[in-house]
C-alpha cells in the first residue's frame, strides 16, 4: 500500500524573547525592595544579585545605576548597594502631595460615570480577595490602583504624571503599614468603601473628606506614631 501522506508541519511558535539581563536585574531588585523582602539598611553586593538573577556583573552594575537615581538605593565602592530606608521626610512630602493631588480628584469625581463606579467596585472587590489570601504586596498595588483610578478620572494628565510619580514610595509604604499594623488592611478597605460610596452617591465633600482622613493616616502608621 502506499505510504499516507504525511501532515503538514505545524509552524514552530517563535521563541519568547526574555528581557534583556539589565532589565531582569533591575526588575528583580525593584520588586523586591518594594515589597520589602530587601528592606531598608539591607547591604546587596553585585556577585549575591549575579547569582540570584543568573546574569553577569556588568548588567549587575547598569541596573544598580538606575535604581540608585530612582531614590531607591545608594552605591558604595568596592561594598555595594546600601537599600535606603524610608525617611520621616519623605513619608511628609510624599502624604502631602497625595492629599493636593487625590483630594482635588475626589471632588472632580463627582458627578461619577456609570464607567468609574463600576471600575471602583472592581478594585474594591480585587482588594477583599488578595487581603484574604494573604499577598500584602497584591493589596498594595490594588489600593493604589483604587486610588490612581480616580486621579486619572479628573481629566488633568499633568497631575495624573505627578500622581504616577509617587507610584513606587506609595507601595513601599503601603506593604510597611500593611506588615507592622495587619488589621489596618480591614480598616483600607472599609475607607475605600466610604469614598466610593461617597463619589456613588454625590458628596464630593464627603469624598474628599474620607481621602484626608485615610491618606493621613499614612503618615502616622509608617512612622509608627500610632497609639
Do not use: W
Request: proline share 6%.
Amino acid at each position: 500500500m502506499p505510504a499516507a501522506p504525511s501532515a503538514p508541519a505545524r509552524p514552530s511558535s517563535p521563541p519568547v524573547k526574555r528581557p534583556p539581563a539589565a532589565e531582569r536585574v533591575y526588575t528583580h531588585i525593584k520588586e523586591a525592595v518594594l515589597d520589602r523582602r530587601y528592606e531598608g539598611g539591607t547591604l546587596l553586593t553585585e556577585g549575591d544579585l549575579a547569582e540570584a538573577v543568573g546574569v553577569s556583573r556588568t548588567p549587575v552594575r547598569e541596573a544598580l545605576l538606575r535604581l540608585e537615581v530612582e531614590g531607591l538605593i545608594k552605591l558604595y565602592p568596592k561594598k555595594g548597594a546600601l537599600v535606603l530606608a524610608v525617611s520621616a521626610q519623605e513619608i511628609s512630602d510624599v502624604v502631602e502631595t497625595r492629599l493636593l493631588v487625590e483630594e482635588f480628584a475626589a471632588r472632580k469625581a463627582v458627578p461619577a460615570s456609570p464607567k468609574l463606579v463600576a471600575r471602583l467596585e472592581e478594585l474594591l472587590e480585587e482588594q477583599r480577595q488578595l487581603a484574604h489570601a494573604g499577598d500584602l504586596a497584591a493589596v498594595s498595588v490594588k489600593d493604589r490602583c483604587f486610588h490612581a483610578e480616580i486621579v486619572r478620572n479628573a481629566g488633568n494628565e499633568i497631575l495624573s504624571r505627578l500622581y504616577d510619580q509617587l507610584r513606587d514610595r506609595q507601595l513601599r509604604m503601603g506593604v510597611a503599614v500593611m506588615e507592622a499594623h495587619p488589621d489596618r488592611i480591614a480598616a483600607n478597605i472599609t475607607e475605600h468603601g466610604e469614598l466610593l460610596d461617597a463619589i456613588r452617591s454625590g458628596d464630593a465633600e464627603g469624598a474628599a473628606l474620607v481621602v484626608r482622613r485615610h491618606v493621613s493616616r499614612v503618615k502616622v502608621l509608617v512612622r509608627g506614631d500610632d497609639r
